[in-house]
C-alpha cells in the first residue's frame, strides 16, 4: 500500500517542476527536512494564482499579498518580485502545463532545532496543472452549508486548513459544494474563496476577519463601475433576504451560490446581477492577457509591471 501510494505521487508530479531554495527540479524529486516548522507545527504561509493563455494572472497583487502574509507571520522573505516572476516565467517553460496553471507559492518555518525557533525559512514555487472545474457549477450554481468557524489569523494565507480538511466528509455527506464560515452571526467567508451576497442592485462582501482575495478585488473594482458595492459586516439573517449569492476564487472565479443550508437563495437560480459579472469578469481576463503579451511577447513579466 505504501509503495502505490508514493507510486501515485510521483505519477500526479510527473512533469510538474517546482523551484526550491535557489534549485529549479522535479516536484517529485524535491524535498525538506522533517523538522520542517510546516510539518512539526503547520506554521507557514503561501499563495495560489493562476495563468490565463500562458500569462500569470494580476501577479503583482498576489506578490504583495505573499509579502504581507510573511511578515505577518515572521518569515523572512530572500527574494525580490523581480526574482520570483523570473523563477515563474522558467518554471513554466520548463512546464508540461503552460495555457492554464496554478502556480503555489509557499514558505515555510523550516528546520527548527527545538521545534518551535524559526531559522531559515524554506521557499517553494510549485507550477501545478489546474482543471476549469465543472461547467454544471457555472450554469445552475451550487450549494454550500454554513460552519462556525472564523480563521486565526484570516489577513495572512497561512497553510493552516485544518478545519476545511476535517469538516470534508460533512460538505460531501451533504452534497454540498463548500462551507460558509459563519462567526458571531455574521457570514466571513469559504474554505478557499471568498463570498458575496446581492441585493437588489448592491454587490455585498465582508469586510473585517476575511483574506483580502484578489479575484475579490477585482470584482469589486469591475462591480463599481455597473452596481453599487458594499464592503461591510455581513450578518447570518441576510443569507435570507438575498436575491443572490456567489463565490469567486482564484482557480474558480466566479461561481453562483443557489442554495445555503438547504434554503434557497432568492429564486434557488444564478441572478443577472452575478451572470453580468461573470462576463465583466472573462472579458476583463482576456483584456489583461492580451494587454501582457502585447507588451511582453515572451510571456516574461518586466521590473516596470511589478512596480
Known amino acids: 500500500m505504501k509503495a502505490l501510494s508514493l507510486c501515485l505521487i510521483k505519477t500526479f508530479l510527473m512533469g510538474y517542476y517546482c523551484f526550491l531554495n535557489g534549485k529549479i527540479s522535479l516536484a517529485a524529486e524535491a524535498t525538506v527536512h522533517i523538522s520542517d516548522l510546516a510539518l512539526l507545527r503547520g506554521y507557514g504561509v503561501f499563495d495560489y494564482l493562476r495563468t490565463y493563455h500562458g500569462i500569470p494572472f494580476r501577479l503583482p497583487d498576489y506578490l504583495e499579498r505573499f509579502r504581507a502574509s510573511a511578515e505577518y507571520m515572521r518569515l523572512p522573505l530572500r527574494y525580490s518580485d523581480s526574482q520570483i516572476s523570473e523563477i515563474i516565467q522558467e518554471l513554466l517553460i520548463q512546464s508540461s502545463v503552460k495555457e492554464t496553471a496554478g502556480i503555489r507559492l509557499l514558505l515555510t518555518g523550516g528546520h527548527s532545532p527545538d521545534s518551535m525557533t524559526i531559522t531559515e525559512p524554506n521557499f ?23 460552519y462556525p468557524f472564523k480563521r486565526i489569523f484570516p489577513l495572512a494565507k497561512t497553510t493552516n486548513y485544518i478545519a476545511a480538511i476535517k469538516m470534508l466528509p460533512e460538505v460531501k455527506e451533504k452534497k454540498a459544494f463548500d462551507m460558509l464560515y459563519v462567526w458571531d452571526n455574521h457570514v466571513l467567508e469559504l474554505t478557499r474563496n471568498n463570498f458575496f451576497l446581492v441585493q437588489g442592485n448592491t454587490v455585498i462582501t465582508a469586510k473585517d476577519d476575511v483574506l483580502q482575495g484578489i479575484t475579490r478585488k477585482v470584482i469589486l473594482e469591475l462591480a463599481a463601475g455597473k452596481f453599487k458595492t458594499e464592503v461591510r459586516a455581513v450578518h447570518y439573517k441576510e443569507l435570507q433576504s438575498a436575491s443572490e449569492a456567489f463565490l469567486c476564487g482564484s482557480a474558480r472565479r466566479i461561481i453562483p451560490v443557489v442554495s445555503i443550508d438547504g434554503n434557497p437563495v432568492g429564486n434557488g437560480h444564478p441572478g443577472e446581477v452575478t451572470r453580468s459579472l461573470m462576463t465583466m469578469f472573462d472579458t476583463y481576463v482576456e483584456e489583461y492577457t492580451s494587454g501582457m503579451q502585447e507588451n511582453n511577447p515572451a510571456g516574461y513579466i518586466s521590473k516596470r509591471d511589478l512596480q
Open 124 to 146: 517553494a514555487i510549485i507550477v501545478e496543472a489546474l482543471g476549469e472545474g465543472d461547467p454544471l457549477h457555472y450554469q445552475h450554481g451550487v450549494s454550500l452549508i454554513t
